[in-house]
């Protein structure tokens, strides 16, 4: 709950924990979610301060809903989580979807848990995430978060 960047388990019961050749393989036949979380603004910087959050990059073709692996989701962010997979499936609880975000990270592990509990009866859990897709030499891509409750 209070690390997530942690060691993880190396399955997850429902879902099928997949390596960086076999999601290599999938893309373009899945939908591909990245949920690290976005870095919140620091406390206590002086109003009209411009601040921007590191950027974030991932694996091509991915849709980043961050914080939506939490411990423990706030209700408008699971809101914004349910809401996005229905849109991002067309509302198909079949449909294939991948969840990662760094090596080590929870965040994927409890996002995957979670889409498993909602129904979704095709879930890929990558633990390697962007961290083994560039030690693979595989390329990354810019992103932004979608935008909403987070």
Do not use: H
């Not at 899945?30 to 694996?59: C, H, M, Q, Y």
């Amino acid at each position: 709950m209070d690390r997530f960047r942690a060691p993880v388990p190396a399955t997850l019961k429902g879902a099928t924990v997949v390596s960086t050749k076999e999601v290599e393989a999938l893309v373009g036949s899945v939908v591909l979610i990245d949920v690290l979380p976005r870095p919140p603004k620091p406390a206590g910087l002086k109003e009209g301060t411009v601040w921007r959050p590191r950027p974030r990059s991932n694996i091509p073709g991915s849709v980043w809903l961050p914080n939506t692996g939490l411990g423990v989701l706030p209700i408008s962010v699971e809101a914004y989580f349910r809401d996005n997979l229905a849109r991002l499936t067309g509302g198909d609880v079949t449909r294939k979807l991948v969840f990662y975000c760094l090596a080590d990270c929870w965040m994927s592990w409890n996002a995957a848990k979670r889409a498993l509990a909602y129904g979704y009866a095709q879930v890929y859990w990558y633990p390697e995430g962007t961290d083994g897709w560039a030690a693979a030499g595989l390329p990354l891509a810019p992103c932004e978060p979608v935008p909403g409750a987070y």
